[in-house]
């Protein structure tokens, strides 16, 4: 979603989320008692193994005291993440900690506790030895409920047989298990459901078995568990990468990050999509992107800037890639001669990203192919620019015929992308020259006719994600173009007077960082790469 895009269409797809009735709520709140309940009772039931018969090695289990956990000293011991278990390890003493992601009991002498850290998971085994592990403590073992943290400490061996149900290929022997923090007997939602792919559940109803799906609502209601998917977690940390390289690339050009305001006196945008607010007695709105601030920069001599930071939009937008609040990348910069250095930028940073991505994220996008399964990005060295104009006429030739002066709708944006990949070999490519009637306030007009604009939108698998264009730089035009796009000039007095002072030809994009990843990594929903969504329906968690 960029920071730039002009008016969000308020129908297309449906999210499939509601808002929740009262007997939903209701049913919420029976669910959250019963919670509670069963939480007490599982204390109970704790307290009763704690104080069974004397145990010689009760201190090797048990909860630990709250008081201990209050940062009460410095142990010095070494801690190993669950990564770094490896058969190199072998017959070494670990000490982890992490959530019991499964547990498992085999008779009373046994019991197997899958231990999970950062999506990593190791089997950890429990069995009674004399002076070493007691019955006593594989029963506390086996009463802990799922996703409950826990530290343990154990030997290291290596199995004679693969393990499936763990990431590492090596086992702990427990010596030592202590709770650090119980998670309630019964979860809203299980983590195994909620990593479960469409393909899977899909196979199971094909061979007669119904397994558990979780749906949008449920996820985001339960946004704490769901993300501990492997899939999330690997969303999430390409998410990262997307910024971190973004934010490196531009500062090896030359690029300084600024943070500008997002309370602002009018409409940074034009339309009458703002949230709008009260300011001390004055009426303000929070920032549809941070385009004026970014190029009062310009005119202040940083001569190229970025931004990472939220962008707000109040449309009634419930479509698969809108939201109210987005995280935006923006760039803004200095033209010596060209709109088309703006899109060198574009071009030379997106195809690193793909690059990056591909390599330094290996795993977690295949977490995320292993739930929700896509093709990896097609895209060229050198990225594919089409004028507004050839688009126009490839979707002609298609037989689909639109207004040469009017936006691309989400079905025609698809369609062409897909026409590019037949006749391009690429689902990532440049569209600029745009009919100027369909650009905000702020565009600068072709030089040789002025129903086109210098501005440019950029495409993933057949979805927009970058707005761009050159900017006007002459205050007087600038006023001009605002009062015809109907946005009360003196709102904006300030950001026009910024122009009066001497401001060089400049231009710049905005592009959504949730829109990225989603398209990167052809996810359905939006929703998805927001990691507490605020959409038109939901303000919560």
């Known amino acids: 979603m960029s920071s730039e895009e002009p008016s969000q269409s308020a129908a297309a797809e449906e999210t499939g989320e509601k808002k929740l009735s009262k007997k939903e709520l209701a049913k919420l709140e029976r669910q959250r008692k019963r919670q509670e309940a069963a939480a007490a009772s599982a204390t109970a039931a704790i307290a009763a193994i704690t104080v069974e018969a004397d145990d010689p090695l009760a201190a090797n289990y048990g909860e630990i005291p709250l008081n201990d956990l209050q940062s009460k000293e410095v142990s010095g011991r070494k801690w190993t993440e669950v990564k770094d278990l490896t058969e190199q390890l072998k017959d070494n003493t670990v000490l982890i900690r992490g959530r019991a992601q499964a547990i498992r009991a085999v008779g009373k002498k046994m019991a197997f506790v899958v231990v999970r850290e950062r999506g990593f998971t190791v089997q950890c085994v429990l069995t009674v030895a004399q002076d070493v592990v007691s019955s006593q403590m594989v029963k506390f073992a086996t009463s802990l409920s799922r996703e409950s943290i ?130 001390k007695g004055t009426p303000a709105c929070l920032a ?56 060198d930028i574009v071009d030379r940073l997106f195809v690193e990203m793909f690059d990056s991505l591909n390599e330094k994220c290996a795993k977690e996008l295949e977490a995320i192919n292993t739930q929700y399964p896509f093709e990896k990005l097609k895209y060229l060295r050198k990225t594919l620019r089409l004028t507004f104009e050839e688009g126009v006429q490839m979707l002609k030739e298609a037989g689909i015929e639109i207004d040469p002066f009017g936006d691309l709708n989400t079905e025609t944006e698809r369609k062409l992308g897909q026409l590019v990949l037949e006749k391009y070999g690429t689902e990532f490519y440049i569209l600029h020259r745009y ?54 000039v003196k709102t904006i007095s300030t950001y026009i007077d910024s122009f009066r002072y001497g401001a060089p030809p400049h231009g710049g994009f905005g592009v959504g960082l949730e829109r990225v990843v989603m398209l990167f990594c052809a996810l359905n929903n939006i929703r998805k790469t927001s990691l507490f969504p605020r959409d038109p329906q939901r303000i919560v968690p």
Do not use: W
């Open 150 to 279: 826990v530290d343990i400490e154990g030997v290291v061996s290596v199995p004679s047989q693969p393990i499936t149900g763990a990431s590492q290929q090596v086992e702990i022997q427990v010596r030592k298990l202590y709770c650090v923090n119980r998670a309630v007997p019964t979860l809203p939602i299980i983590i195994e459901d909620a990593a479960r792919s469409e393909v899977e559940i899909e196979k199971a109803l094909e061979a007669g078995e119904q397994l558990v799906r979780v749906n949008q609502d449920t996820r985001l209601n339960f946004r704490v568990l769901d993300m501990r998917t492997p899939a999330n977690q690997g969303i999430f940390r390409v998410q990262c990468q997307v910024e971190n390289i973004f934010r490196q690339f531009l500062l090896a050009e030359g690029f300084v990050g600024i943070h500008t305001p997002k309370l602002i006196a009018g409409s940074s945008e034009g339309g009458a999509a703002v949230f709008r607010l009260d300011y």
């Open 288 to 343: 549809q992107s941070p385009q004026l601030h970014k190029q009062m920069s310009i005119c202040g001599d940083f001569s190229r800037v970025f931004e990472i930071g939220p962008v707000f939009r109040a449309e009634d937008s419930f479509t698969h890639r809108h939201l109210c609040e987005f995280t935006g990348l923006d760039v803004e910069m200095e033209i010596k001669e060209h709109y088309s250095e703006v899109m």
């Open 435 to 488: 009919p100027l009637a369909i650009r905000p306030f702020y565009t600068m007009p072709s030089h040789d006719n002025p129903k086109y604009s210098n501005s440019f939108d950029v495409f993933i698998r057949g979805e927009e994600i970058i707005s761009g264009a050159q900017r006007v730089h002459v205050p007087e035009f600038l006023t001009e173009r605002a009062q015809a796009c109907g946005i009360e």
